[in-house]
């Protein structure tokens, strides 16, 4: 069974920084992405950024340059550092998982999702 459970989020004000970790069990692929993606009230879920074993890391243009993903080697850990955090950040941001590489970004192909931590950037 594949649990993914996310932990760091808060609030804070524009132009700080949060950590967000989650912690991975259960999954084992060889193939993969792991990624992270984010929810504003009255808004699709959208793709932050995915990480997959063909070795590609894929962000998306709002955050290039201001949120870093890192993951272990045994796939049991995720994190995703954000600074020069902005107002539009704000969502709920989950952690996902799929056994497959490619569409990095795209939230319907993943399989595996932790149940959210909520980020709150006031202005």
């Known amino acids: 069974q594949v649990q993914l459970v996310e932990s760091g989020g808060g609030s804070v004000q524009a132009g700080g920084s949060l950590r967000l970790s989650c912690a991975v069990s259960?999954?084992?692929?060889?193939?993969?992405?792991m990624g992270w993606f984010r929810q504003a009230p009255e808004k699709e879920r959208e793709g932050v950024v995915g990480?997959?074993?063909?070795?590609?890391?894929n962000y998306a243009d709002s955050v290039k340059g201001r949120f870093t993903i890192s993951k272990d080697n045994a796939n049991k850990f995720l994190s995703l550092q954000m600074n020069s955090l902005k107002p539009e950040d704000t969502a709920t941001y989950y952690c996902?998982?799929?056994?497959?590489?490619?569409?990095?970004?795209?939230?319907?192909?993943?399989?595996?999702w932790g149940q959210g931590t909520q980020v709150t950037v006031s202005s």
């Open positions: 259960g999954f084992t692929s060889s193939r993969y992405c």
């Open positions: 990480i997959c074993s063909d070795g590609s890391t």
């Open positions: 996902a998982a799929k056994p497959r590489s490619g569409l990095p970004l795209s939230a319907d192909v993943y399989n595996y």
